[in-house]
T-cell receptor, first 114, second 114 residues
């Protein structure tokens, strides 16, 4: 079965600093990969997704993610965080055939300090 | 309204009560989902509907009863719940089933079972 690991439960970053959130997946082939963000009191919003092609994916709000097949990773990055980026971030994977369902990681809570 | 809406946003109920959660999507999507989000656990997929037909029940206890009268509306009927059912219940929709489809989430209903 596919699985997703987000090893960091909570990360604190200073405003203006760079950010990297880790995501590792377990699946025999390359799955579809997603990053979602959940702001307090809100549902999940898609930041970006990877299906194939260029391994560096650009998303909304200045985020990007890089797929590394050799490391089974899909880490999310942002060069300079803003206070409004404080939220919970979820990595999700799904097998790339049929009507497979998303498998989510446990999330990483991001705190921004002034 | 646009996107996916959920009502009520907060709900407190006793174990003998009967209540319903409502989800409505204004995106013209054909697939709808119920998820349970508990603290420190990955999102748990509960039910999936496609063109009003249930396509997945992820071993959910019968005290949760979904209903999908049309592609725009999804309900979750609750009865004789347990305290461990307290969680955030998220509704989502997507254009169709399929791993590559982006799911659009509502803000959720925060449920507390006393």
């Amino acid at each position: 079965a596919q699985s997703v690991t987000q090893p960091d439960i909570h990360i604190t970053v200073s405003e203006g600093a760079s950010l990297e959130l880790r995501c590792n997946y377990s699946y025999g082939a390359t799955p579809y990969l997603f990053w979602y963000v959940q702001s307090p009191g809100q549902g999940l919003q898609l930041l970006l997704k990877y299906f194939s092609g260029d391994t560096l994916v650009q998303g909304i709000k200045g985020f990007e993610a890089e797929f590394k097949r050799s490391q089974s990773s899909f880490n999310l990055r942002k060069p300079s965080v803003h206070w409004s980026d404080a939220a919970e971030y979820f990595c999700a994977v799904v097998r790339n055939f049929g009507n497979e369902k998303l498998t989510f990681g446990t999330g990483t809570r991001l705190t921004i300090i002034p | 309204e646009t996107g996916v809406t959920q009502t009520p946003r907060h709900l407190v109920m006793g174990m003998t009560n009967k209540k319903s959660l409502k989800c409505e999507q204004h995106l013209g999507h054909n697939a709808m989902y119920w998820y349970k989000q508990s603290a420190k656990k990955p999102l748990e997929l509960m039910f999936v509907y496609n063109f009003k037909e249930q396509t997945e029940n992820n071993s959910v206890p019968s005290r949760f009863s979904p209903e999908c009268p049309n592609s725009s509306h999804l309900f979750l009927h609750l009865h004789t719940l347990q305290p461990e059912d307290s969680a955030l219940y998220l509704c989502a929709s997507s254009p169709s089933l399929g791993g590559s489809e982006t799911q659009y989430f509502g803000p959720g209903t925060r449920l507390l079972v006393l």
